[in-house]
């Protein structure tokens, strides 16, 4: 695989990163968390959880699939680019 392939999954992996901090730090903790700051904890509906809140799951699961997928890609080029040199 080109050496390209790798660099695109190193920057998806630093933004995956950082984005993937940010959603686990907006959600609500026990104190009420950083999402309450953002109008999260002002809506709730009867299962205790609001849309908001569950969107944020969302997206924080999506993050998290991306980020592995980046991890594994990353493995399986170097694995290529080892197993090709010797």
Known sequence: ??????????VLLTITSILQILLILLHRGKGGGLSSMFG??????LAGSSVAEKNLDRYTVLVGIIWFACIVG????LRLQMSGTA
């Open 74 to 77: 990353l493995g399986l080029w």
């Open 1 to 10: 695989m080109p050496i390209w392939f790798a660099y695109v999954l190193i």
């Open 40 to 45: 999260g904890g002002v809506s709730s509906s």
